[in-house]
Structure formats: structure tokens, C-alpha cells
T-cell receptor
């Protein structure tokens, strides 16, 4: 069975500081990995995904994530936080041959001016 | 752009009522999903459909049923609503296959059962 753990349900960062959101997964087969963002009162929007190939993946709004198989991690980063980055972020995993996503518990990001 | 729409943004129902949540997607996606979202628990899959009239139970199907009579529409049914079904419900759709197709989400329905 797959599972996803996001360390820290709440993260507070200053505007302009590094954003680092941690995600670890367990999967018995090669995973496909996703990060989604949810702004208040909205559905989820895809930030980026890893399927195969380059392990450093760039997404929208300046976010990127690196797949590290040896660490079973897919941490999300952004060099410089902006006020508009305040949202909840979800990491998710699926098997290469599957269609169902397993989500982590989410991390809510607060950006301080 | 893919669009997934849900019939209501907010819904208030009484215990024991039958509740229908409707979801429509406009991109001819094979797969459709219903999730519930609760604080600290992330999204949990209720039901999944990979074709018209086909459905598969997710992680928490108890107390729910679904219907997919047309490819673009996927309905979630609460046969007899209970207070522990108060939650945010999200619908999603995706293409089928092995290429890591992402899911596209609707805006959600916040259901309160009193």
C-alpha cells in the first residue's frame, strides 16, 4: 500500500525567505509524485509532477521539487516566498500503472510580511 | 482549459436526508473521483469511476454511493446523511493510462449536516 507523510501541518515563513515543504512516501513500485496547491475556498491545482526522467522538476509560480529515490522523498521548495504563496499544499503519490492518488495530510503555509 | 464543476459550493442538510452531489467535467476524461477533505487528514478517496456505469470503492466508501450514467457526469449520493459526513467534498477527473496524468479538481462542496 502507498502512503504519504508531510512533515509539519503548518509552516510560517517570512516574505522573501526560502519555502521548504517536506514530503516522504512509501511505495512498493516506482512512484509518480505530485504537488498540489489549494488556495482558500478553491479546489486543488497542480504545481508540478514527477513521472520519469530528470529528478529535479520545475513547476508553476517558481516552485520546484526533487525526487530522491534513496530517501523516498519529494520535497517542495521555492527560493523566495511571496504573500500570494499563502495556501495549503498537498503531496500525492500514485503507482506508474495506476490512476488513484494517495494524498498526504497537507501543509498550510503562512507568509509573514 | 479543463473545467470541473460541482453543483453547489455550500449545502446544509438535516440528518437522515438523502443528499446528491453532482460533478461535471468537459474534457472527455475517462476517470472521475470523489474525495472528502478534512483538516489534518488530507484528501481521502470515497469512490472512483473509470468508465460509464463502472465504479470502484475507495478508502472510505461506507455511507456513500455513486452513479455514472454519462461520461461527463459523476454523482455522489449520501443515502441517509449523518453529522459525521459534514465535510468538504471534492470531485476530480483525469485521463486514463500509465503516463502519470494529473487529476483536475472542481471547487468543492462544503456540506454541513445538522
Amino acid at each position: 500500500a502507498q502512503s504519504v507523510t508531510q512533515l509539519g501541518s503548518h509552516v510560517s515563513v517570512s516574505e522573501g525567505a526560502l519555502v521548504l515543504l517536506r514530503c516522504n512516501y512509501s511505495s512498493s513500485v516506482p512512484p509518480y509524485l505530485f504537488w498540489y496547491v489549494q488556495y482558500p475556498n478553491q479546489g486543488l491545482q497542480l504545481l508540478l509532477k514527477y513521472t520519469t526522467g530528470a529528478t529535479l522538476v520545475k513547476g508553476i509560480n517558481g516552485f520546484e521539487a526533487e525526487f530522491k529515490k534513496s530517501e523516498t522523498s519529494f520535497h517542495l521548495t521555492k527560493p523566495s516566498a511571496h504573500m500570494s504563496d499563502a495556501a495549503e499544499y498537498f503531496c500525492a503519490v500514485t503507482q506508474a500503472a495506476g490512476n488513484k492518488l494517495t494524498f498526504g495530510g497537507g501543509t498550510r503555509v503562512l507568509v509573514k510580511p | 482549459d479543463v473545467k470541473v464543476t460541482q453543483s453547489s459550493r455550500y449545502l446544509v442538510k438535516r440528518t437522515g436526508e438523502k443528499v446528491f452531489l453532482e460533478c461535471v467535467q468537459d474534457m472527455d476524461h475517462e476517470n472521475m473521483f470523489w474525495y472528502r477533505q478534512d483538516p489534518g487528514l488530507g484528501l481521502r478517496l470515497i469512490y472512483f469511476s473509470y468508465d460509464v456505469k463502472m465504479k470502484e470503492k475507495g478508502d472510505i466508501p461506507e455511507g456513500y454511493s455513486v452513479s455514472r450514467e454519462k461520461k461527463e457526469r459523476f454523482s455522489l449520493i449520501l443515502e441517509s446523511a449523518s453529522t459525521n459526513q459534514t465535510s468538504m467534498y471534492l470531485c476530480a477527473s483525469s485521463l486514463s493510462g500509465t503516463s502519470g496524468y494529473e487529476q483536475y479538481f472542481g471547487p468543492g462542496t462544503r456540506l454541513t449536516v445538522t
